[in-house]
């Protein structure tokens, strides 16, 4: 989002109060309310000055890391503006350790505007969509690529195809030697699904396809666009759920990983006015509900800012949790269960360019 941006970290509120008695992502609760411990927060601007950041990943105890500096339990972020502020320019991901300092991970070459598709492969990749821009609008906006990093932090290998434009958000599915990479594309209103063969040196496009289509999609001064954004894939039913900004809504698309066509938009498994204000960026709890996060840009309610969104996947809301105090906070998000008993929610504030984690109790 391209709104106004402070050097200096916002206080985000630590007690996450909720609206309903449903018990929610698996944290130990009293009276509705409940303390996360320990609330971190970390800055994710790099010595460039890069800000807005979008996507956030966790690297898993998978992850080959080889020589290179990413350890288990490190979690990135990938950053869409530059030092000016304008979108579809920023060229930095940001490792932010599980202690100690944050520090670069990656640079690439301006303009890149690397978006909110973030994601790894055990392989030791990291993947990250990229919608550039020549001077921070839509107008000007192209159709992008998906950046192969590897464990050194150095780009290996870059995706384009006549099924990408624009990759906004990104699902990973990871099989070893082979994945599934679902792309919601902002410039058509699109999700495209790639299969990919997997190796140490890269990534070879098995198949790629558009599955689902027909999402709005426009340009937007405040978030250069509105468009499919959140992806989250279910092995277990083979859905695919998308968060769709502009419809204010999300999407179920079955068939996922098998269908070779658009299936549409998919049907609507929740539309909620009262709590989505413009539904983005998406990842599952560990209880199997679904989190979304909001741009305020469309629907937009000042009594209700900066807000993630929890809901079941059958569409019945249960909670809200506070990430600014205000509008136009919090983008990308990820969830990582450590044990049966931890997990970790980490969720970006763009306001404050800053990454919020909590480390969640599941008893």
């Known amino acids: 989002m391209n709104f ?42 790099p010595s460039n000055g890069d800000v807005n950041p979008y996507g956030v990943a966790f690297i898993k105890n998978n992850f080959k890391a080889g020589s290179g500096p990413l350890k288990p339990g490190d979690i990135l972020v990938s950053n869409f503006n530059n030092n000016k502020n304008l979108q579809g320019t920023g060229t930095t991901i940001v490792r932010i350790p599980a202690s100690g300092s944050p520090s670069v991970f990656f640079q690439g070459k301006a303009p890149l505007g690397l978006s909110t598709g973030l994601g790894t492969l055990q392989a030791g990749l ?3 969509g990229n919608l550039p821009t020549r001077d921070g609008t839509s107008k ?26 624009g990759p906004w958000d990104m699902a990973v599915v990871d099989r070893g030697d082979r994945a599934v990479v679902f792309v919601s594309n902002a410039l058509n209103g699109a999700v495209s699904r790639f299969d990919f063969a997997v190796s140490a040196t ?17 340009g937007d001064p405040a978030a250069l666009f509105d468009a499919p954004t959140g992806l989250v894939y279910d092995g277990d039913t083979d859905y695919l759920y998308v968060a769709s900004t502009l419809d204010n809504a999300v999407f179920l ?17 929740y539309k909620d006015n009262l709590h989505l204000h413009g539904a983005l960026a998406m990842a599952e709890a560990p209880n199997g509900h679904l989190l979304v996060t909001n741009n305020d840009v469309i629907n937009a309610d000042p009594n209700q800012p900066s807000e993630i969104v929890e809901f079941t996947k059958d569409g019945q809301f249960v909670k809200e949790i506070p990430v600014d105090p205000n509008q136009g906070g919090s983008f990308g998000l990820a ?16 306001n404050s360019a800053s990454l919020t984690i909590w480390t969640l109790n599941l008893d």
């Open 335 to 350: 969830v990582n269960k450590v044990n049966d008993d931890t997990a970790i929610l980490a969720g970006v504030d763009d």
């Open 253 to 269: 698309v079955t068939d996922a990983s098998t269908r070779t066509a658009s299936a549409g938009p998919g049907q609507i498994i």
């Open 126 to 128: 990291v993947l990250v």
């Open 202 to 218: 890269g990534l070879t496009v098995l198949d790629h396809y558009y599955i689902a289509s027909e999402y709005m999609h426009q």
């Open 140 to 165: 000007t906006a192209s159709g992008g690529s998906i950046l192969v990093i590897n464990n050194q932090g150095k780009l290996i290998q870059t995706i384009t195809s006549s099924t990408l434009d």
């Open 4 to 45: 106004s941006y402070s050097s200096h970290i916002r206080k985000t509120i630590a007690a996450l109060v909720f609206t309903t008695a449903t018990v929610g992502i698996g944290v130990a609760q009293s009276n509705d309310a409940f303390l996360p411990s320990p609330v971190r927060m970390a800055s994710t601007v």
